[in-house]
């Protein structure tokens, strides 16, 4: 029964991993870029939904405003910061990245205050049993909600005339272009999606804690990162994988090692182990 | 002329520390985290201090001179509260300081206070070490292991239960209360059944919950900050978990309740405000407080501005000269919103622990543990 | 006037120079990013808090030193085996699994810290001076490091591994000598570290402290010494400055990251080479 529980709640946990390292993997696809600010549009889009939530009553309402707002506020930040510095060794990107993080959990603090934000009134707080197992709405939103999210990515990237123009930009930008595909614009379209499945990622966060605050892209932030990498930089099952896979080790971690390692040492020592034995990750890329 | 220049020269030097502002008032140094992962304490506890100097100064100030709060934010960082507070000691020339941080920069600035000869006030932070620095040092916050032994008595005395899960947050401030509590948990007869931690930036606990339910304990004793008790203790009751959660000072603010919402009814927390105080000082403190900053009060507002209380009353009564004010706050016995303090040899705090029940969505009076000698922080 | 305040408020100053210096020899000049560096001045103070009691302070720092190369090697060895943002990540990695690790260690304080660490018996003036001569020492060496075979080596490996390897370099060597000496560097870091703050906590050597390095490094202009010096001191220097305006600090400092990055992203140094550039232009004389 305990075993179930933890690997239900790994799932949880691993699902959310996955809403948010599944955009910076298609961030990373396209561009080679550690998109570290991508946490800062998480919390975007958290604060989104909670304040449209207690000022119009409605959830769906907000979580639509969020995911369109952070969609555009990431299209915003690849033309005004990363566009200009696609030629640059990669660690430029990455440091600029890092600075519009600080920049953005800094302005949440100072615009929100640093005490954070709650729902006036709390969602999805009713329980949902089947069979002996039991959890929380707000855990089922979390699971549903990431199967919905990536299902729907999966189709597109696999059905539509959008998914062949990002993978064929992915596999050989200068191929894809002479075929006629308008590059810039899958580029833009890449971060809108992205940017979106962060805030759709920081709303159904903030309805399972109840809580929004400045810092609470700082633990997703180098999570993500770790994530990518298991699966295998830019590919976007493999990230999938990692995420839920680290998901159930880590709630097995917390209980099982948690005497002599904590749970973000439990995740990197994971990481490194994969990373000795396989250097390009769980999954190679593509 | 050649005579009175250097002449005037030297009259102006002399006469410039009496004309210099700085004479004018009287200067309270503070420190807090108000950027970064503890900002939220940190602008509680500037507030708090903030407001015993607006009621001092509203009062009349000290033998008729303003009282300045000098502000600095420490980040939380031990290395760079080093430079800050030998700033507030040469630069700023405070007469007293006041920590309204966490453990690791108040540490870092008791010895360079101590050696200054500045006296110096914890408001909260609760490692062990601080007030070892030397007798400058003072701590008006109760330490971590007192407010253990407190819990277990909470437990065992007043709750009659003891079959126990300890689920810590993971740091100095979680550690010491475990320490605490464990201490004296076998004198009590309560049993730990299981103990597990988790960090500071945790929100979700769904494995912690699963374990904690398949021990099945009669009380979780649960060490931690209110983003991470308002999560924790909403997931426990919508795991189905009914055990009794007993929280500590780290619960008490207003924004518990709201995370957790219903959760939070008949959690039990040790702290230092009791909200049903009938005592002026809390009283006062307490309207004052919401009335000034349109919030709700919570336990780092009320320490930082019992802490900012005592460094006044001191004030007040010994003047300016460093060793008086040392000296009064050693001998002395202060009324402030955490109720009566006075001091031991190694300048801890001796007062009474609060404890408080989350009752119709706000914090109320469950018991007072008073039984001093049970309580009593170390000598040295 | 020289106060107390400006003394130690050199400390800092210096203590971060001295990680950034070593940071910069293995990113700036060898090219392998690390994201972990505060592990090694972790390590580096943990060790000095420990033998400080029974060594004098040269050995102190030598042990502090060796010990954090010798994680150093460890993680060289590993980035022999994984490249570029892996191994970005990968000391991402050791940064969080040192932290994680220490903080559940009865011997080494676990969350409390060590305490009690001795005094240096230098004095205020004497710990500074000591302090400036171990950064002026270490600018030194990378300096000439930089001027050296190794450095010409170093370079290669930075610029391509497979071109380098192909002349006949061993970038292998290479990387792990970039590592261990690095490391050293940020050990003895570590050992001043502990001096000046007298106890350590786990929390002190965390990721923001890594990426606060890396971000002097980068600012500073890869690879350049008086770059990443002038970078060190001024991101050390600006949330003092800036302390009237303590709540806007951090974010002053994220906008300079963001800003230098964006217009800049040679960072000083390369702010420098194109001044210098336009006043000859045509490559001057």
């Known amino acids: 029964m305990l075993h179930v529980e933890l690997v239900l709640q790994g799932l949880i946990n691993g699902s959310m991993y996955a809403v948010i390292a599944v955009g910076l993997t298609l961030v990373y696809g396209l561009l080679r870029i550690l998109h570290v600010a991508h946490a800062g549009l998480f919390t975007l889009g958290a604060y989104i939904t909670v304040l449209i939530t207690n000022a119009t009553g409605s959830l769906p309402l907000a979580v639509l405003a969020a995911t369109l707002v952070v969609g555009v506020a990431g299209m915003l930040v690849y033309r005004l910061l990363y566009e200009p510095l696609l030629d640059r060794p990669p660690y430029v990107a990455l440091i600029a990245s890092i600075g519009l993080f600080i920049c953005m959990e800094e302005s949440y603090r100072i615009v929100f205050g640093p005490y954070g934000n709650s729902f006036d009134t709390m969602q999805l707080t009713q329980r949902i049993t089947i069979g002996p197992i039991g959890m929380a709405a707000a855990d089922a939103a979390m699971l549903v909600g990431a199967v919905v999210l990536l299902t729907g990515l999966g189709l597109l990237m696999k059905r539509t005339r959008f998914g062949i123009a990002w993978r064929a930009t992915v596999t050989d930008p200068a191929m894809a272009r002479s075929f006629g595909i308008d590059t810039i614009k899958v580029r833009y379209v890449n971060f809108f999606i992205a940017s979106a499945l962060a805030a759709a990622a920081g709303a159904l966060v903030a309805v399972l804690n109840n809580l929004v605050e400045p810092t609470m892209g700082s633990v997703p932030s180098y999570k993500s990162l770790a994530i990518i990498v298991l699966g295998g930089l830019g590919n976007v099952g493999g990230t999938l994988a990692a995420a839920l896979l680290l998901g159930v080790i880590e709630a097995y971690g917390t209980i099982y090692a948690g005497a002599f390692l904590d749970r973000d040492a439990i995740a990197f020592v994971f990481l490194i182990a994969v990373l000795m034995v396989r250097p390009q990750g769980l999954f190679a890329a593509r | ?380 | 006037m020289i106060g107390a305040y400006e003394i130690t408020l050199v400390a800092v100053v210096s203590i971060n120079l001295m990680l950034a210096l070593g940071l910069n020899l293995i990113t700036g000049f060898c090219g392998q990013v690390s994201l972990g560096h505060a592990a090694f001045f972790g390590t580096g103070a943990y060790a000095a808090a420990l033998v400080a009691g029974g060594l004098p302070l040269p050995a102190v720092l030598l042990v502090a030193g060796l010990f954090a190369c010798a994680l150093g090697l460890l993680v060289g060895v590993a980035s022999l085996r994984v490249r570029e943002d892996f191994l970005a990540i990968t000391t991402m990695g050791v940064g969080f699994v040192f932290v994680g690790v220490v903080r559940k260690q009865g011997f080494l304080g676990a969350e409390m810290g060590l305490t009690d660490i001795p005094d240096h018996g230098l004095g205020d003036l004497g710990f500074v001076g000591l302090c400036l001569a171990l950064v002026a020492l270490m600018a030194l060496l990378t300096w000439h490091i930089k001027r050296s075979w190794m450095g010409f080596g170093f370079a290669a490996v930075a610029d391509d591994e497979r071109t380098a390897r192909t002349l006949g370099i061993n970038a292998a060597a290479y990387k792990l000598a970039a590592f261990v000496i690095g490391t050293f560097l940020a050990g003895v870091a570590g050992a001043v570290y502990a001096y000046f703050t007298r106890f350590i906590i786990p929390g002190a050597f965390g990721f923001t402290v890594s990426i606060s390095i890396l971000t002097m490094v980068i600012v500073g202009g890869v690879g350049s010494i008086w770059g990443v010096v002038v970078a060190a001191v001024l991101l050390t220097l600006l949330p003092e400055f800036s302390r009237v305006i303590n709540d806007y600090k951090l974010l002053l400092y994220g906008a300079l990251i963001v800003l230098t990055m964006r217009f800049a992203p040679g960072g000083l140094a390369g702010v420098v080479a194109a001044v210098k550039a336009r006043v000859r232009p045509g490559g001057g004389p």
């Open chain 2, 1 to 380: 002329m050649r005579r009175i220049l250097p002449l005037l020269a030297l009259a102006v030097l002399w006469l410039m520390p009496g004309t210099a502002p700085a004479q004018d008032v009287v200067k309270i140094g503070f420190h807090a985290p108000l950027t970064g992962f503890a900002a939220a304490d940190g602008k509680s506890a500037r507030q708090g201090a903030e407001l015993a100097v607006a009621q001092a100064n509203a009062a009349g100030g000290i033998a008729g001179k303003k009282i300045e709060l000098v502000v600095y934010d420490d980040e939380g960082k031990p290395e760079n509260t080093i430079p800050l507070a030998n700033k507030l000691i040469g630069q700023d020339k405070v007469a007293v300081v006041v920590s309204g941080g966490y453990s690791g920069p108040t540490r870092a600035a008791a010895p360079v206070l101590q050696r200054a000869g500045i006296p110096y006030l914890s408001a909260y932070a609760i490692h062990p070490d601080i007030t070892r620095a030397g007798d400058f040092i003072f701590r008006t916050g109760m330490m971590g292991e007192v407010q253990g032994r407190a819990g277990a008595k909470l437990v065992a005395d007043l709750l009659k239960k003891k079959k126990v899960v300890i689920v810590a947050v993971n740091n100095d401030f979680g550690q010491a209360l475990t320490a605490g509590f464990k201490e004296v948990a076998p004198k009590f007869g309560i049993e730990i059944l299981k103990e597990h931690t988790f960090a500071m930036p945790d929100r979700q606990f769904g494995p912690l919950v699963a374990q904690v339910k398949a021990s099945d304990p009669e009380v979780i004793y649960a060490p931690g900050y209110f983003f991470n008790a308002g999560p924790l203790v909403a997931q426990l009751r919508a795991a189905g978990v009914e055990a009794t959660i007993i929280g500590q000072e780290g619960y008490d603010s207003q924004r518990f309740i709201e995370i957790a919402g219903k959760a939070s009814e008949g959690v039990i927390v040790t702290t230092s405000l009791d909200r049903d105080s009938t005592s002026p000082a809390t009283r006062a403190f307490i309207d004052e407080y919401e009335k000034a900053f349109k919030d709700r009060v919570d336990m780092v507002a009320a320490s930082g501005n019992a802490a900012a209380t005592v460094a006044i009353a001191a004030l007040k009564k010994a003047g300016t000269d460093p060793k008086a004010i040392r000296d009064a706050i050693r001998a002395g016995s202060f009324d402030t919103a955490i109720g009566t303090l006075s001091f031991n040899n190694l300048g801890e705090v001796k007062k009474a622990v609060q404890v408080q029940v989350v009752k119709d969505a706000n914090f109320h009076r469950f018991a007072i543990i008073d039984d001093l000698q049970f309580l009593a922080p170390p000598e040295k």
